[in-house]
């Protein structure tokens, strides 16, 4: 149990830059209280460094009134106006569905336009047994009319509907567009109707849901369809709905029919009737997906948008929760770069975690003057991993750490709240993968006082810096993203955290140019500069990402599906954009185990007189990195050199990693072939590679190769052959004197 939690509006800020904070009492606490700090280290597990923050006198720290915040998960669309207003004579809806979550046994709705406060209206859905239904209702006296075949999972249906004020009917047609052999493709029927008339008053059209309530701006709904859905259409009434064999015969004189293959790359809705009934999205549902004309003529979107007329829509979609602001914070302009925390705690009955933390990561202004150094926040992959549930909602978890699972409160919190979003390692509830994610709700695993992973492990580069006294500013993906190498080019050094591992492609357009400017690249992670992002400039805080045929992943989405729906860039691994980190810097993802960790012995290349300065204080024979928080310093995911995929040819490769358990096993893009006997243990390939290399105009690089490395730093009060060694490359990187190979 979270008895609070909370998320800030954005990612990062600048000084003069205001944040917003957004709180609930999940607890039913009457107040809790903030508390603005800036994060040392997160590390409060056993034998770690322990927990460090240095408080901020901030004009926000204080009390505050508890309040508990409503979720509304779940995409629609949304359609202003009197469109699903009915003539004289009536009405006729229809739309085109390919539903993917029968099994749930829930009314789905696909079209409604119902008043809340009466009820009068219609809906066209599923009933919770998965056949089509039309309801009607004026408000006191309802009337429904169903087939008694579900329409099928995962395949085309036609469903239109008729609401026939003179004949006092109504009626529905169900029809498969591909009916198997010996199947029926129809089914219909009609009922008596005795309602002459329903009056849905202002009520919007709502697509993939129904209107539960409306509060403020926000509207709550309910009854969420899971599933494609496209060309809805609403149209006066036609009295033989049985001979229409294709959607597009009630394209004319229709009132409204939405071309979902229109404005694929935005939120919008377009009414394709020249009407004007234009609407929006609401919760990121899925674009850029294949509709009922597709048969893999190709296999990009932007290439025949006309096949691409469908939206998938999740009953666990979410964009932004939209909570209410409780408090908001204008960066002052003499506060240091750093990540930052609001902490806030309350009371509250029964046991669970009294306290949260809001991150934010604070750059400096534009125009102040630049510490010599920039740790990158990888906000990206922290975005990536959002509330995942991969990793203890998988039978095979456990096979695959080697151990038995430990579930925290985070975990246990978010496997009874599937409302606050999936990750991108995930699988929504109908079994489709996750390809947004969002900043815009509380991320509980970016968090400090959790698990090593991710966010709370890179605070362990930032616990180093502090221990050394090293002046550092803090920068961060998405501001790469924006500003390209223009945040870049000012610091002499620049440091990743554990695991950046989500890049777009402004992102490496930047990196390259930094170190074809003469910019010094410190890598102290594993699984880097590996899976391609999209963003969209209206959505900020937000990421897509599509995987394919290849990469260690959760799924892969269907063909069809896999370029961007933001852009239209081929999803997938950079290797397979032939972009592989091999030619950023010098390793890449080849390995990864769960189990325990190892250690790194030296190879030829850091004795060559080129690393001289990296290894100075290290004897010849010393094992490095055989100790750590995590318990060693070559763990968990492990990148190698690879020539063939662009690693320098002047690169030394300076150490390997040796003695790794069978648990770890290769990435299916370094295997073509399974074959007998291929373990794990015996596979020369299962290592990670410190490497280094100089760059033009005096640049360089050097990578672990490693996501426990950064672990490591802190061993024997930060006084250990992994510190020393970094230490020495920062320290040689911050030097201005050109590295020269």
Known sequence: MLKIVGYT?????????????????????????????????????????????????ASVNGQYPGRKQRVDCGSFGLVPGNVGRPGE?????????????????????????????????????????????????????????S??????????????????????????????????????ALDMAVRPMPLSGLDPGDAPLVIAAMLDSVIGERRFTTSHFDGKIESPVIAPLVTAP???TAIAALHDGCHARWDFSIGIDTQRIVDASGHGHDGRLVNLPTRAVTGSKWRGQTQRWTDRPDLYGAIHFHCDDLHDMQWETDFRWTIPADLPSGIYAARVSCTGDGPGLDEDFLPF?????????KAPVAFLASTFTFLAYANSHHGYEDALSEVCYGALLSLGPAELFLKERRDFGISLYDRHRDGSGGVYSSWHRPVLNTRPKR?????????HVVDWLHAIGQNFDVITDDRIHEEGVALLKDYRCVITGSHPEYHSTAMLDAFEAYLAGGGRLMYLGGNGFYWRVSTHPDLPGVIEVRRGEAGTRCFELPPGERHHCWGGEAGGLWRSQGRAPQRLVGVGFVTEG????????????????????????IAPDERIGDFGVLGGAAGYELDAADPVLGTPPHALVLAHSVEHSNVYLLTPEEMLAGF??????????VRAELVFFECANGGGVFSTGSITWAASLSHNGYDNNVARITGNVLRRFIDPAPLEP
């Not at 944040?19 to 107040?31: H, L, M, N, Q, R």
């Not at 006729?92 to 539903?99: D, Q, S």
């Not at 395949?155 to 029926?184: C, M, Q, Y």
Request: net charge negative; hydrophobic share 40%; glycine share 10%.
């Open 676 to 685: 007998p006997g291929l373990d794990a243990i015996e596979n020369d390939k």
């Open 242 to 244: 049985e001979s229409i």
């Open 361 to 369: 990561f604070v750059l400096p202004a534009k125009d102040a003057p």
């Open 9 to 57: 509006d954005r990612l990062s800020v600048r000084p003069g830059e205001a944040v917003a904070f957004k709180v609930s009492c999940e607890s039913g606490a009457d107040a809790y209280d903030a508390e603005i700090l800036r994060l040392i280290c997160g590390d409060d597990s056993p034998g770690g460094p322990g927990f460090k923050a240095e408080p901020i006198a």
């Open 147 to 184: 087939v008694e075949r579900s329409a099928p999972e995962r395949r085309w249906s036609l469903l239109i509907a008729t609401l026939d004020f003179a004949g006092k009917s109504i009626g529905i047609v169900h029809r498969l567009l591909e009916p198997i052999p010996g199947e029926n």
């Open 594 to 617: 769960f189990d325990e960790n190892s250690y790194f012995i030296r190879d030829a290349g850091s004795f060559d007189r080129r690393a001289a300065f990296i290894f100075e204080g």
């Open 89 to 145: 004579d009536g009405i006729t809806v229809a739309a085109l569905i390919w539903p993917t979550w029968l099994d749930k046994r829930a009314e789905q709705t696909i079209l409604a336009c119902r008043g809340l406060e009466t009820g009068a209206g219609w809906r066209l859905m599923l009933d919770d047994g998965g056949r089509p239904r039309f309801e009607v209702s004026d408000g006191a006296r309802d009337a429904t009319v």
């Open 451 to 459: 698990a090593l992973w991710n966010f709370n492990a890179d605070l």
